[in-house]
């Protein structure tokens, strides 16, 4: 079982950063894939940033050059670097990591607000 623990986010100006934090424990052995994923109500849950266990990264069009997402394997711990916040970034921002067994796990969800 792999447990997540979610930080970061809260409410951001317009033009703001923020950063996201995600720090996973137990048995991460096997983790193939980190994501961060944005939800929005009556939305479904989209993919914001991935990084493969490679070190290669994939982006939502909408994020490209604003947001960088990048891991400390010393602390099994993933990040969100959110810059240039735009009001159509708010959503809560959920954690999500996966085995090679295609087993998914994900964190609790950090409600990122961005408004004047």
């Known amino acids: 079982q792999v447990q997540i623990v979610e930080s970061g986010g809260g409410l951001v100006q317009p033009g703001g950063s923020t950063r996201l934090s995600c720090a996973a424990s137990?048995?991460?052995?096997?983790?193939?894939?980190m994501a961060w994923y944005r939800q929005t109500p009556g939305k479904q849950r989209d993919l914001v940033a991935v990084?493969?266990?490679?070190?290669?990264?994939n982006y939502a069009d909408s994020v490209k050059g604003r947001f960088t997402i990048s891991r400390d394997n010393t602390k099994n711990t993933i990040y969100l670097q959110m810059n240039s916040l735009k009001p159509e970034d708010t959503g809560v921002y959920y954690c999500?990591?996966?085995?090679?067994?295609?087993?998914?796990?994900w964190g609790q969800g950090t409600q990122v607000t961005v408004s004047s």
């Open positions: 999500n990591f996966v085995k090679y067994t295609s087993a998914n796990y």
């Open positions: 990084i493969q266990s490679s070190g290669s990264t």
């Open positions: 137990g048995s991460i052995f096997g983790i193939v894939s």
